[in-house]
């Protein structure tokens, strides 16, 4: 029990500096965030304290409120260090793959399979929705390196479908925000055993993930960079 204890007590210090960290990187780009933090936090305890003393319980809506503006507070403050990492990140090489480290369990993500000298790069995954290539670059240059990938994938394994995406703010690409999003919406066509095989018999292809450029700054909150040449497994 004491060695639990310690361990709890010697990890909130980390969340803490780690929360700290996040906010001086969010107020960076979001000179307002103070002040929205604080705006929802009082707004939603003024709003419950009052109803308290309309019906008679400030005391228990007040608590009540207190709460419930700590909670409003955290998820606003979320969402905007999102939007403000994402901004940093946005246009910058490597971004995706970060993205896609973070996509969640039930994918296999392979960081740039394909690039050329330009730096445009390909990354994959494989889920229950089948393969999925996003392209980041050029959007000219990329799509030659999407569609030689898309080949190599439909001889490799044809029976499994293959998507594919740009990342981009123009016209018919996707914001890197809503990049994992978008994959998450795809219809799935595959169970688990077919994508841990359709996997496996992609994983001899390898990468090209040595020394690639990755985006500098900081990232959103929970997320990692990926680690060189190797392949992640969800």
Same mark, same amino acid.
């Given at each position: 029990?004491?060695?639990?204890?310690?361990?709890?007590?010697?990890?909130?210090? %980390?969340?803490?500096?780690?929360?700290?960290?996040?906010?001086?990187?969010?107020?960076? @780009?979001?000179?307002?965030?103070?002040?929205?933090?604080?705006?929802?936090?009082?707004?939603?305890?003024?709003?419950?304290?009052?109803?308290?003393?309309?019906?008679? /319980?400030?005391?228990?809506?007040?608590?009540?409120?207190?709460?419930?503006?700590?909670?409003?507070? @955290?998820?606003?403050?979320?969402?905007?260090?999102?939007?403000?990492?994402?901004?940093?990140?946005?246009?910058?090489?490597? @971004?995706?793959?970060?993205?896609?480290?973070?996509?969640?369990?039930?994918?296999?993500?392979?960081?740039?399979?394909? $690039?050329?000298?330009?730096?445009?790069?390909? /990354?994959? @995954?494989?889920?229950?929705?089948?393969?999925?290539?996003?392209?980041?670059?050029?959007?000219?240059?990329?799509?030659?390196?999407?569609?030689?990938?898309?080949?190599?994938?439909?001889?490799?394994?044809?029976?499994?479908?293959?998507?594919?995406?740009?990342? %981009?703010? %123009?016209?018919?690409?996707?914001?890197?925000?809503?990049?994992?999003?978008? $994959?998450?919406?795809?219809?799935?066509?595959?169970?688990?055993?077919?994508?841990?095989?359709?996997?496996?018999?992609?994983?001899?292809?390898?990468?090209?993930?040595?020394?690639?450029?990755?985006?500098?700054?900081?990232?959103?909150?929970?997320?990692?960079?990926?680690?060189?040449?190797?392949?992640?497994?969800?």
């Amino acid at each position: 029990m004491a060695r639990k204890e310690t361990a709890a007590d010697a990890a909130n210090p %980390g969340r803490l500096k780690q929360i700290a960290l996040t906010y001086k990187m969010t107020r960076r @780009a979001d000179k307002k965030i103070g002040l929205v933090l604080a705006a929802v936090g009082i707004v939603t305890f003024g709003v419950f304290l009052a109803i308290g003393f309309l019906i008679g /319980h400030p005391i228990y809506l007040g608590l009540l409120g207190f709460l419930l503006a700590f909670l409003a507070t @955290a998820i606003v403050f979320g969402r905007r260090a999102e939007r403000a990492a994402f901004g940093q990140m946005e246009g910058q090489p490597g @971004a995706a793959a970060a993205v896609l480290d973070n996509i969640g369990r039930g994918w296999t993500t392979t960081p740039a399979v394909a $690039m050329n000298r330009n730096q445009d790069v390909v /990354h994959r @995954a494989v889920g229950k929705a089948g393969i999925v290539l996003i392209a980041e670059g050029n959007p000219n240059r990329v799509k030659s390196l999407l569609a030689a990938e898309k080949k190599k994938m439909n001889r490799i394994v044809a029976d499994v479908p293959v998507h594919d995406l740009i990342v %981009g703010t %123009g016209e018919g690409q996707v914001e890197l925000k809503k990049l994992r999003t978008t $994959m998450l919406k795809l219809p799935r066509v595959l169970t688990g055993p077919q994508v841990t095989a359709t996997s496996d018999r992609l994983r001899a292809l390898g990468d090209l993930m040595s020394n690639m450029p990755l985006p500098k700054g900081p990232m959103p909150k929970g997320m990692k960079l990926p680690k060189g040449g190797g392949q992640r497994g969800r």
